[in-house]
């Protein structure tokens, strides 16, 4: 993800900003809000700040040499077909032969590839996955000059949270 730009940081800064509710989900930070804009409270006063990050990594299987060089092969031929379809709006000739043979030598291209790459991890990395980064606690924020007034709105907001300290 890019660094934010001046634009950006000053469009994402609060003035003096204070921690109004803390919170376990993102919905729920998410419905303290939303609740707040319901009762007509300046909401673009209040951010929505995800601490404590942790990574994140679901397994999704078991990589073989098999699956390794389908999915090269495959991707490969997706490539090598747009490859071909785009050669095929420049070129003459006989255009079906042309797609063919570019989505054939990439299916090969990825199948080597990706075979190529397996090999090098040697056995240390044979399983598939996929990684997020998430926060653990959602905090909300409001600038200093409407967190009593935010305090009292959210206070009647069933299980909401106005104070984190308590």
């Known amino acids: 993800m890019p660094a934010p730009t001046p634009d950006h940081a000053n469009a994402m800064a609060l003035e003096f900003p204070q921690s109004l509710?803390?919170?376990d989900k993102y919905a729920d930070a998410q419905r303290a809000v939303d609740f707040l804009s319901d009762e007509e409270f300046p909401v673009q006063n209040c951010m929505i700040v995800g601490t404590d990050l942790k990574q994140m990594?679901?397994?999704?299987?078991?990589?073989?040499?098999?699956?390794v060089a389908l999915a090269g092969?495959?991707?490969g031929a997706w490539l090598g077909l747009f490859v071909g379809l785009i050669f095929s709006l420049?070129?003459?000739?006989?255009?079906?032969?042309m797609i063919v043979s570019t989505a054939l030598m990439g299916a090969v291209f990825?199948?080597?590839?990706?075979?190529?790459g397996f090999a090098g991890t040697r056995g240390r990395r044979d399983f598939s996955s996929v990684s997020a980064v998430v926060a653990t606690?959602?905090?909300?924020?409001?600038?200093?000059?409407?967190?009593?007034?935010?305090q009292e709105i959210l206070a009647r907001l069933p299980g909401a949270l106005p104070n984190p300290f308590e």
């Open 90 to 97: 420049f070129g003459d000739g006989n255009i079906l032969a």
């Open 137 to 150: 606690k959602y905090e909300v924020l409001v600038e200093h000059k409407h967190l009593q007034t935010a």
């Open 57 to 67: 990594e679901r397994i999704t299987g078991r990589l073989t040499t098999g699956k």
């Open 110 to 116: 990825g199948l080597v590839w990706s075979l190529v």
């Open 73 to 75: 092969a495959l991707s």
């Open 21 to 23: 509710a803390v919170y």
